[in-house]
């Protein structure tokens, strides 16, 4: 088992900054796989971004350029710095690890961009 525990999230204006973080712990070895979810009232979750084991970051169309997801792995975690945030950026972010076949969710955090 892997459990994930997620820190950061809150309340912004349009075009400021927040930075999620995500702690592993449990069965951590063999994870390849770290990232972020997020849902929005009434959407499907959608994949925000991720990294691979050794490096490899992949981010949705929405996002590139303002939100930057990064790991460390002698911690054990991993962040999302999101700057320039939007509006339609609310949403419940949720922190996954994926490890072999199975996959790990935290227990998300509300982000919220609003004036």
């Known amino acids: 088992q892997v459990q994930l525990v997620e820190s950061g999230g809150g309340l912004v204006q349009p075009g400021g900054s927040l930075r999620l973080s995500c702690a592993a712990s449990g069965s951590i070895l063999s994870i390849n796989v770290m990232g972020w979810y997020r849902q929005a009232p009434g959407k499907e979750r959608e994949l925000v971004a991720r990294i691979r084991n050794g490096g490899l970051t992949n ?4 996002v590139k350029g303002r939100f930057t997801v990064s790991g460390d792995n002698a ?3 991993v962040s999302l710095q999101m700057d320039s945030l939007k509006p339609e950026d609310t949403a419940v972010y949720y922190c ?3 490890k072999r076949s199975q ?6 955090t509300q982000v919220t961009v609003s004036s």
């Open 59 to 62: 981010y949705a169309e929405s």
């Open 75 to 77: 911690k054990n975690t």
């Open 96 to 98: 996954y690890a994926d």
């Open 103 to 108: 996959t790990y969710w935290g227990q998300g």
